[in-house]
């Protein structure tokens, strides 16, 4: 009686599958503790899928199919990390996430490709990402910001009654332009039936606080202004 001997192809693909299993739960591990869309399963089945495809490819066509696949499966991971990127308003939550799960199917590509050093190389990187450069983070969360070394948008807003719009959108370019801030375009929002919003967006890349300030205290005096601020919104 003969007996059974595992080919060595599927000795190869097992082994594959271990150690994408193995790394997968390391980095799945790390964003479970952390409460994240994406944990330990989820982390785990998009490195194992990633090196099965890739294992697959390989098993059928060699290295040309390995490749085929690679190109495929960093695709379909854009898609699914697509879906943990949630908007709340100005705020978008996931990314990290999205990103992980992608460095996550590259190990599990590199496992399936028969590399597991590079696929442990790349999960102590994404490891560390996740873990170590959290104070740095931290740290440049809690630095102080200057409005003029950030790369923002900057908005100044009088409000004013619907009749006096146009005499207030000029006087708006007047002054800002006077202050050495051009604009680059200028919107009327209506705020109902007794007020309208003319909202002014800078050129300027580097502003000074204290000099808008000034503008719109000015603006603020104005006839027919009932008020007037600017703002700043973070650059993506």
Partial sequence: MLAFSPLPETLNSAISLVVAFGLGTLIGAERQYRQRNAGLRTTVLVALGAA???????????????????????????????????????????????????????VGAFAGADLPLEACFVTAAVLACNTLLRPLVNAINRAPIREDQTEATYEVQITTAPEAAGPA?????????????????????????????????????????????????????????????????AAD
């Fill in 52 to 106: 099965a495809f890739v294992d697959l490819g390989m098993r059928l066509t060699g290295g040309d199919g390995a490749t085929r696949t690679v190109a495929y499966v960093i695709s379909g991971i854009g898609f699914l990390g697509a879906g943990v990127i949630m908007k709340e308003g100005m705020n978008v939550r996931g990314l990290n996430t999205a990103a992980t799960l992608w460095c996550s199917a590259a």
């Fill in 169 to 233: 959108r000029d006087l708006l370019v007047e002054r800002l332009e006077a202050a050495n801030y051009p604009v680059s375009s200028v919107e009327v929002v209506e705020r109902g039936e007794e007020a309208v919003d003319v909202v002014a967006t800078l050129i300027a890349d580097a502003v000074e606080g204290e000099e808008l300030d000034a503008v719109t205290d000015e603006l603020a005096k104005a006839p027919n202004v009932r008020h007037a601020t600017w703002s700043v919104n």
